[in-house]
């Protein structure tokens, strides 16, 4: 590389630094010392190597560049600056109320595709990208996602390294700060680049080892990256914390602090200079993508009282919608054979992918997916989406629009054990961001409701049963989101009682065999947990003023819990049955009955309100 250059990219990156020396001084918090380790780094992406149109953040051809390092927000918006993106005055508005640049980066800025800032998350986002560019789009962007060398030690970073090796991605590049320090102390492997790069190699990755410092390298390293077939890349760069200015430059004690003297520190730096403005390379050309085919969708038909599990309704709605509609994808965590996934996998095997029993990558590919435009359905056991729970957080807080799936919920599974039961995935779903929680209880009532998830925007999800229960709903009935089913009510009702899913089922049972004894009760199909049908829980709340919830989940967070949360100030009474004995190994109709929630227990708590 000419000198010229060199001197070019070294003034690129001192700019870097003092931006993020001035915006976390501005703030007065923030993480400049992490931003200015990998300046050089982030100069020579950005000056050399970035492909992307910031006056069209959405064009196909655009590079995608990942800070995983969220905590080094500074320095990204730093960047902007250079590219022209922001202006000097929206850089020192950094983390003030109202600003668009946020602590660690949201996509409230256009060109952010996604929330990062837990630790793990962005490789593994990125990798969706990277698969969804190389199996779906078949467009020639590279995904360059910028890591911390504390971060490696997440588990999430090794499902991403195995799953790109796996997948051969050569169109994503991980860029490693290897700056020794992490928040309290020196990193697991401190300076040593190799020990990352066997691992790195383990997993199938091409790795490169260069000074973080030197712009020289780290643009051969970069035109490497580009250049390698069938293999992703690792840029392992040594790099010093805090680089540039003595009294933080590799010190502990200086993580996620502004600099103590930040005007000395910009002088360190060469001083305030005329911002030098970057031409970023746009794009290549690419024809922009076809319309997504669509076509008239045709739902499997299930008849009235026959047996069919939720499941399996599942996995047959999703292959007809995708067959209506080419922007349904459908991922898997090696269970597709149980949640029925497998319909899906048949029918469309180009538009179908495998994760193997990695619940973190799953969820995080499907985050990245969605960034390219695409529907991602994600189906795994209710227990096991447990696992990705940060995950699940952190694609509301990106604003993404995912449909999850857990089968093989509730006590009513069976022999298999309380380890593999969903008990807790209500309230964790529930208490997500803008969620959409959804249980339905036949199978014409699952088939609609994953045609409604398509266009649901956030995070929503859908809890199915592991057994075959009654169809009761004919294939041409609707159910809207936010609404309920009420199935038996009457003047004379004693109490409502509200159930979901499999114990839709016991509480019609139940309320059949009380009308025997001239006891009446109403019965509510409450399919939709989150948003709830409000106005309908309250009028039953004001007419009998007994209400029995009934769910096949923990009594903490989940069905009864929203229900009261509904009808609380109407003071109506709420009796709450639901599991609350560790399960061991029965058959389902023995885990209803000892759980206490099957159609015996439901008659015998409103024979105790008379």
Known sequence: MPERDLRYLADL?????????????????GHPTSSMSAADLMAVLLACHLRYDFDDPHAPGNDHLIFSKGHASPLLYALYKAAGAISDEELLSFRKHGSRLEGHPTPRLPWVDVATGSLGQGLPVGVGVAMAGRRLDRVPYHVWVLCGDSELAEGSIWEAAEQAGYE???????IVDVNRLGQRGPTRHGWDTGAYARRMCAFGWHTVEIDGHDPGQIDYALSDARNVRRRPTAILARTRKG???????DREGAHGKPLADAEQAIEELGGLRETIRVQVNP???VKEPDGVPH????????????????RSAFGEALAALGSARGDVVALDGEVADSTKAQAFADAHPDRFFEFFIAEQQMVAAAVGMQVRGWVPFAATFAAFLTRAADFIRMAAVSRADVRLVGSHSGVEIGQDGPSQMGLED?????????STVLYPCDANQTAKLVTAMADRPGVSYLRTTRGATPVIYDADEDFPIGRCRVLRASPDDLATIVAAGVTVHEALAAAGELAEEGIRVGVIDLYSVKPLDIEALRAAATTTGNLITVEDHWPEGGLGEAVLSAVADLGPRVIKLAVRQMPGSA?????LRDAGIDRTAIRDAVKRLR
């Open 243 to 249: 680089e540039g200015v003595s009294a933080v430059e």
């Open 295 to 310: 076509s008239p969708l045709k739902l499997p038909v299930f008849e009235l009282g026959d047996d069919v599990a939720t």
């Open 283 to 285: 794009p290549e050309p």
């Open 168 to 174: 051969g991605l050569a169109n994503l590049t991980a």
């Open 587 to 591: 058959t389902p109709r023995e885990q």
């Open 426 to 434: 209500l309230s964790m779903m529930r208490a997500v961001y803008g």
């Open 13 to 29: 990156a001192a700019q870097l630094r003092v931006d993020a020396v001035r915006a976390s001084s501005a703030a007065g918090s």
